[in-house]
C-alpha cells in the first residue's frame, strides 16, 4: 500500500494527487500535501519525522469482548509541526495521543521517536523519554492543589533534581514570565482562574523544555476568550520551533494549524489546512451512519 510521505497517511492504489520529482512518482491524501511536499521535497525524502506512527494497531479488552481502537493506522509528525489531531468522540484521538506522549504502547504496529522506536522499551526508558522530549498540557490542568503555582511548575525539575527543584530557579521564572504569572507564582490553584491555572499548567510542560508539546483539550474548559489567549501562547512556542500536536474535538481552534488530521474509527482519513473540508468531512461521515 502507498503512503503520503508528507503525513504518513496510507494510500489506496485509486489516489490520483501526485508529484513527479528525480523521476520517481508520489501520491498524496490530499493537495494541501502535495504542495507542501513540493516546498520542500528533499525533507519529507531524507529527515526523520519527530513522531512516527506506522501500522498502529490498539486493541482493549472488556471481559471477553475485544474493543479495537486504532486500526492500521499511520501518520508521520515534523519538526515544528504545528498539528490539530480532530475526530469525534471515540474517534481514537486519545488512544492516538498517549501512544504518541509514551504513556501507552500499541497492540500492534511501531512508533517512533526522532527515528528511536520506543514501542516496546520498559517504563523506565518511557517516563525518560516523557521528561526529555514531551510536555503535556491536560484539559483537566492536573496541578496539585497543595503546592503553589511555582511549585506545580517545577515538578518536571524535581523528578530530575529532587527536592531542589522547589528552591527559585531561573528557568522556573522565565517560564512563569512568559505565561504572564510571575505575580501569582505564589498562589495555589484554587485561588487562581481556569485561565491562569491552564496557563501554569503550559509554564509546567515547558519548564523542562522539550522539543515536543503535547496538549489535550487545552480550551475545552475555558471561556471562549480565554480560549484563544491560551491558543495564542502555543502560536508563539511554535513560531519560536516547538511542535505542537494538539487533540481536539472542536474544528473552530484548528485555525491556527499547519497540518490538521482527521480521525475516524481509529483511522486516518484526511489532512487538510482548510477548516470547512474538516466540518464538511464529519457532518457527512456522521450522516452516513
Known amino acids: 500500500m502507498m503512503q503520503d510521505p508528507v503525513c504518513g497517511m496510507k494510500l489506496d492504489k485509486k489516489e490520483k494527487i501526485k508529484h513527479v520529482y528525480n523521476k520517481k512518482t508520489y501520491y498524496f491524501c490530499s493537495k494541501d500535501c502535495k504542495d507542501e511536499f513540493k516546498k520542500n521535497p528533499k525533507k519529507f525524502l531524507k529527515e526523520t519525522p519527530v513522531i512516527e506512527l506506522r501500522d498502529i494497531y490498539k486493541d482493549y479488552h472488556l471481559g471477553e469482548t ?11 509528525i515534523w519538526e515544528g509541526d504545528f498539528v490539530v489531531l480532530i475526530g469525534v468522540s471515540g474517534s481514537g484521538k486519545s488512544t492516538v495521543m498517549n501512544l ?7 497492540t500492534k504496529g511501531k512508533v517512533y521517536i526522532d527515528g528511536k522506536e520506543v514501542s516496546k522499551m520498559s517504563e523506565d526508558r518511557l517516563a525518560n523519554i516523557r521528561n526529555e522530549k514531551i510536555g503535556f498540557v491536560f484539559q483537566q490542568f492536573n496541578l496539585l492543589g497543595a503546592l503553589n503555582c511555582r511549585e506545580n511548575v517545577s515538578l518536571p525539575l524535581f ?6 527543584a522547589f528552591k527559585p530557579d531561573g528557568k522556573v521564572k522565565k517560564y512563569l514570565k512568559s505565561v504572564g504569572l510571575l505575580e501569582r507564582a505564589e498562589h495555589k490553584p484554587l485561588e487562581m ?29 475555558l471561556d471562549s476568550k480565554t480560549g484563544k489567549m491560551i491558543m495564542r501562547i502555543l502560536e508563539d512556542l511554535n513560531e519560536k520551533g516547538k511542535t505542537i500536536i494538539v487533540v481536539t474535538h472542536d474544528p473552530s481552534i ?5 497540518r490538521i488530521m482527521n480521525l475516524k474509527d481509529g483511522r486516518l482519513i484526511g489532512n487538510h489546512k482548510n477548516i470547512i473540508k474538516i466540518i464538511w468531512s464529519n457532518k457527512n461521515n456522521n450522516s452516513k451512519k
Not at 484548528?254 to 499547519?258: E, L, P, R, V
Request: charged residues 30%; hydrophobic residues 35%.
Open 66 to 76: 475485544r474493543l479495537r481502537v486504532l486500526k492500521d493506522l499511520s501518520m508521520n
Open 100 to 106: 504518541i506522549g509514551c504513556l501507552d504502547t500499541p
Open 159 to 164: 523528578f530530575k533534581k529532587g527536592s531542589k
Open 193 to 221: 482562574s481556569g485561565g491562569e491555572q491552564q496557563r501554569a499548567a503550559i509554564a509546567r510542560a515547558l519548564v523542562d523544555e522539550p522539543e515536543v508539546i503535547l496538549a489535550d483539550e487545552p480550551t475545552g474548559n
Open 254 to 258: 484548528s485555525k491556527a494549524a499547519t
